[in-house]
């Protein structure tokens, strides 16, 4: 039987200790006079190989600017995709490790377009696999010792069942945790593929068995999630047999849906209402992996999570083609789909080698080889270097600390030949050691994953200026007049924002006056103020406190922040629970704050979130003694918690 062996970095290449951030690509479909009925031109246009600018709903004057991995313009070939994003990840698959590519964006904008395309312009899944054949036919080529094969499993999730593609009229499958955690569906069909033609023929009579149907938006609407996965099985010819597993999926997801423009009812409503859950819950998994700090993920939420696992957090190296539509009907949904796009390219994955070693003959498969099939994963416990899956609700977990290791091997071998009640003495021992180790795992996944997350915050662009040569060279926007409908209430709870810069700049200067001309006893007010300026935020309101008193309260936060307790830090104006953590993190990275400032480095502390964390963390510690109530209704340009703070100071009701 075959078991699981370490994979010394020799083999690995020190690969299987690498880190891998989720490549996020953008890609704009073509306009479609069709899709627009009111000739409204495009809401969205790229600025260059990385960016592009969307119209602001909040103000039609504005754009809002985002940077991913790569963008493509509704010019881009199929080829193009194909090559800069996908094609780089799949020579790992035949190193036994994991990849996966999928579609991501509202209904129309182009998914399986991307994904399957047509005979004229084949998308991103016959590429894939033909490639996949090419690297094997050069890998034979190479080394007679190791011996390939291929197979494929297809299903799709619709109305939250799991359907086998391969096997029309199957029931819903489960899905399975094997005792490693490792996620796997029994019964789903396997195929093994003898060439690139043997895939053409059995992949597509299959994806005929997806559930699509019109809707106002498209006319050949998924109505699922689909599936593809291609497994790669690597076998040594000669001792010690070693044989390493590479599954690569290809996703096409649904698109998200707005009923009341798809114009859905019946099945269609209900089948919209498991596409929208599913995505909402993606996005929740994002989150919760955005936030890191040994938060729950909540794969479990949704089928389309609990086989995603792998993908978002997991151990594979994961390509996301997020696939947007230039009309303003789709604008809303547009939006959406890029700020999830941009809160996507902060997760990180940790790929690894998975080897097994079969002490048998060779061409034995070990169990997950042999029918268990689908998304099964091997048991990582013994892969060296790598990570023990990452288990529901955390993430894949750090090698133990080699010392207490050494201490617990040291204690087993003393074990041996040791008399009876001595010997349980030192099995008592040996718990405690595991779960020493245990908790020091713990204790350094958290760590890990709050100093990948600082890293990464530091290294990701953040929205850039735009520049004024690129920008003349432009054609401008369409750009909708005022009437820009507001979003729905869930769509403006996902914030992203990257204001455009030279638009924030220009605004300033109408905000200072604003604000000194409300000095003589007005509340400042009106929505125009809050979109949050540095200027309005700026430093007149501590030119107003005496310095000393001043000096005291931002001593007395940054001992807070340097010695709080989670209790203590949550205490302080504006600081969650969520921010606590990552502030406690910080300073077990970092070491202490060496004042106030140091904030700035946090995760989500914007400039602008610090300048009110200031704010109002001062003010009411110096209980607004330099300050009338008029005057500090007049001074401030508040945000929703800060007027919380007024009102409960004040008792008294600011509206604006
Ligand atoms: N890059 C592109 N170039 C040319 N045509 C495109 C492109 N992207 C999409 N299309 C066309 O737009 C239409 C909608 O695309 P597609 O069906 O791929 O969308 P989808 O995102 O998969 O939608 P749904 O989620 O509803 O299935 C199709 O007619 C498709 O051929």
């Known amino acids: 039987m075959a078991q699981r062996v370490a994979v010394n970095d020799a083999a690995t290449g020190g690969a299987s200790r690498r880190v891998s951030r989720v490549r996020v690509a953008v890609r704009l479909r073509p306009y479609m006079e069709a899709h627009d009925d009111k000739a409204e031109g495009p809401c969205v246009r790229g600025l260059g190989p990385?960016?592009?600018?969307?119209?602001?709903w909040r103000n039609a004057m504005e754009t809002l600017h985002y940077q991913f991995d790569v963008f493509y313009g509704e010019q881009t070939s199929q080829q193009e995709v194909f090559?800069?994003?996908v094609k780089p990840v799949l020579p790992h698959l035949l190193n036994g490790q994991n990849a996966s590519i999928f579609a991501y964006g509202p209904t129309g904008a182009g998914k399986t377009h991307t994904m399957l395309g047509s005979s004229e312009q084949p998308g991103v899944i016959p590429r894939a696999v033909r490639e996949v054949f090419h690297?094997?036919?050069?890998?034979?080529?190479?080394?007679?010792?190791?011996?390939?094969?291929?197979?494929?499993?297809?299903?799709?999730?619709?109305?939250?069942?799991?359907?086998?593609?391969l096997s029309p009229g199957s029931q819903d499958l489960p899905i399975r945790e094997d005792k490693d955690r490792n996620i796997f569906i029994p019964g789903l069909t396997h195929t093994p593929l003898t060439s690139f033609s043997h895939f053409h023929t059995v992949f597509l009579p299959a994806s005929l068995n997806r559930t699509t149907a019109s809707t106002k938006l498209n006319q050949r609407s998924s109505r699922s999630h689909a599936i593809l996965l291609i497994?790669?099985?690597?076998?040594?010819?000669?001792?010690?047999?070693?044989?390493?597993?590479?599954?690569?999926?290809?996703?096409?997801?649904?698109?998200?849906?707005?009923?009341?423009?798809?114009?859905?009812?019946?099945?269609?409503l209900k089948e919209s209402g498991a596409i929208n859950l599913s995505l909402f819950t993606l996005s929740k998994v994002v989150d919760a992996l955005n936030a890191g700090g040994g938060c729950r993920v909540p794969y479990r939420d949704s089928k389309l999570t609990r086989l995603l696992q792998d993908s978002l957090g997991g151990s594979a190296h994961s390509v996301m083609i997020t696939n947007i539509a230039p009309e303003y009907k789709y604008y809303f949904d547009t939006f959406t789909a890029l700020n999830f796009a941009a809160k996507s390219k902060l997760i990180v994955n940790r790929p690894f080698v998975r080897e097994t070693v079969s002490s048998s003959v060779p061409g034995k498969r070990p169990r997950d080889e042999q029918g268990s099939v689908g998304t099964a994963e091997p048991h990582h416990k013994k892969v060296k270097g790598g990570h023990k899956e990452g288990q529901e609700g955390s993430r894949p977990s750090s090698p133990p600390v080699s010392s207490v290791l050494d201490r617990l091997l040291a204690l087993e071998k003393l074990m041996m030949g040791t008399p009876e009640r001595e010997r349980l003495n030192l099995l008592k021992t040996v718990a405690e050691s595991r779960k020493e180790i245990q908790e020091l795992k713990e204790k350094q996944k958290e760590l890990e994953s709050r100093a990948l997350q600082?890293?990464?915050?530091?290294?990701?662009?953040?929205?850039?200026?735009?520049?004024?040569?690129?920008?003349?060279?432009?054609?401008?926007?369409?750009?909708?007049?005022?009437?820009?409908?507001?979003?729905?209430?869930?769509q403006a709870v996902v914030s992203p924002l990257l204001v455009s810069q030279e638009l924030a700049a220009v605004k300033k200067p109408v905000l200072c006056s604003t604000v000194?001309?409300?000095?003589?006893?007005?509340?400042?007010?009106?929505?125009?103020?809050?979109?949050?300026d540095e200027c309005a935020l700026g430093r007149d309101w501590e030119s107003r406190l005496e310095p000393a008193v001043l000096e005291k309260s931002r001593?007395?936060?940054?001992?807070?922040?340097?010695?709080?307790?989670?209790k203590e830090l949550k205490a302080l104006q504006l600081i969650g629970d969520k921010k606590a953590k990552l502030i406690m993190g910080w300073r077990e990275?970092?070491?202490?704050?060496?004042?106030?400032?140091?904030?700035?480095?946090?995760e989500g502390i914007t400039v602008k979130r610090f300048s009110s964390f200031l704010k109002v963390g001062v003010v009411p510690s110096v209980k607004l003694s330099v300050f009338t109530q008029k005057q500090c209704a007049a001074t401030f340009y508040c945000t929703q918690s800060e007027h919380a703070v007024l009102n409960t100071l004040f008792g008294k009701k600011f509206t604006s």
């Open 50 to 56: 990385q960016s592009l600018e969307i119209t602001n």
């Open 83 to 85: 090559l800069s994003s």
């Open 135 to 165: 690297l094997v036919r050069e890998r034979e080529e190479e080394s007679q010792d190791w011996e390939y094969s291929v197979g494929m499993s297809y299903l799709e999730i619709y109305n939250e069942k799991v359907l086998d593609l």
């Open 231 to 268: 497994k790669v099985v690597r076998s040594q010819q000669s001792p010690p047999h070693r044989q390493q597993t590479g599954k690569l999926y290809l996703v096409d997801l649904a698109g998200s849906e707005d009923n009341r423009r798809t114009g859905n009812q019946g099945l269609r």
């Open 454 to 490: 600082v890293r990464e915050a530091n290294s990701i662009a953040g929205p850039q200026p735009q520049d004024p040569a690129l920008k003349n060279s432009l054609p401008q926007l369409h750009r909708k007049q005022s009437t820009a409908a507001r979003p729905k209430k869930q």
């Open 516 to 532: 000194k001309s409300k000095q003589n006893g007005e509340a400042l007010g009106g929505k125009e103020n809050v979109a949050g």
């Open 555 to 566: 001593q007395h936060i940054l001992e807070v922040l340097n010695s709080g307790s989670l």
């Open 589 to 602: 990275v970092h070491g202490s704050f060496s004042q106030v400032e140091d904030l700035k480095n946090i």
